[in-house]
């Protein structure tokens, strides 16, 4: 582990096993993980088209693409890094660095911003303390404006919070809708 992450690590990112893989400058999936790679294998021949659902468990099982994870996936399915990079950069799906635990992705796209995504994103930002891109300081909740159209636009404005869609958005209801995460802890 690299001086500085050591010293800016936690005890329990130290000690916690998925975190130490990361740290330590190295990425391979957990046991977890290789079993549903083995089973993802069976499913395409082509093995190219594993880079999108490795670079999926990865970011599932260590929170984002680092590094390590896109060399380890190039390894495994036979592809250049460059190739696992390329598709990182390309899809908004993919961080690589660490967000929050919950993460809300306000429609970027027209008709959101004719709906209104703009007073969505005050209320979102006012209530957060955080403005686009930023994460709250106690790692919960992570802000952008990046996606790009959800398909939703006759519910707009729309977004994300991780993988679940919201719609017909008001100030009213994202502001309670964070109260509610929030309060889930
Ligand atoms: S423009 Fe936002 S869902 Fe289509």
Not at 15 to 34: C, H, N
Not at 44 to 52: D, E, K
Not at 75 to 104: D, N, T
Request: with cysteine; net charge negative.
């Amino acid at each position: 582990m690299p001086l500085l992450t050591l010293l800016l690590a936690t005890p329990s990112q130290i000690l916690d096993t998925s975190s130490d893989r990361r740290f330590m400058g190295t990425y391979s999936f957990s046991p977890e993980f290789e079993k549903r790679f083995l089973e993802l294998e069976k499913k395409f021949p082509r093995r190219s088209s594993l880079v999108l659902w490795s670079l999926h468990l990865a970011q599932e099982d260590i929170g984002y693409i680092t590094p390590e994870a896109v060399d380890y996936i190039a390894g495994r399915v036979g592809v250049s890094p460059a190739w696992v990079k390329g598709v990182v950069s390309f899809y908004s799906m993919f961080r690589e660095k660490p967000i929050g635990k919950y993460h809300l992705n306000v429609c970027s796209n027209l008709m959101c911003q004719i709906m209104g995504a703009d007073k969505i994103e005050a209320t979102i930002c006012d209530k957060l303390g955080i403005r686009d891109g930023e994460t709250t300081p106690d790692g919960k909740f992570t802000y952008t404006r990046q996606v790009e159209c959800l398909a939703a636009c006759g519910f707009a404005p729309a977004m994300l919070v991780n993988n679940d869609f919201h719609e017909t958005l008001t100030p009213e209801n994202v502001a309670r809708l964070i109260d509610d995460l929030a309060s889930k802890g």
